[in-house]
């Protein structure tokens, strides 16, 4: 099992940049595949990006390509998200989820989540 804490998020301006942090804990961070996804209220949750195991493979969501990068350290246990040219609809609480197997944009294949950290853009 593994224990996921994100942080990084706040209240930017449009146009502005924030970089989320993904902190595992647990079983080695190396077996993971790893996604972060987002949720606006009243929403589901939305895939945002992943990324494999040893971070030579990434995938994103049309909506961020471009704009957003999936990285990850395995030697830190950390996965992150750098969010560059924000807009107000990426507005939402990002969480960070690991998965054993594979990797990918299907939710329902990550089997352990963070608790969320809240990214507030305004216009």
């Known amino acids: 099992q593994v224990q996921l804490v994100e942080s990084g998020g706040g209240l930017v301006q449009a146009g502005g940049s924030l970089r989320l942090s993904c902190a595992a804990s647990g079983r080695t961070f190396s077996n993971y595949a790893m996604g972060w996804f987002r949720q606006a209220p009243g929403k589901e949750r939305d895939f945002v990006a992943a990324?494999?195991?040893?971070?030579?493979?990434?995938y994103y969501a049309d909506s961020v390509k471009g704009r957003f990068t999936i990285s990850r350290d395995n030697n830190k246990n950390t996965v992150y998200l750098q969010m560059n040219s924000l807009k107000p609809e990426d507005t939402a609480v990002y969480y960070c989820?690991?998965?054993?197997?594979?990797?990918?944009?299907?939710?329902?294949?990550?089997?352990?989540w963070g608790q969320g950290t809240q990214v507030t853009v305004s216009s």
């Open positions: 989820a690991a998965r054993t197997s594979g990797w990918g944009h299907v939710r329902n294949a990550y089997e352990y």
């Open positions: 990324i494999n195991w040893n971070g030579y493979s990434t």
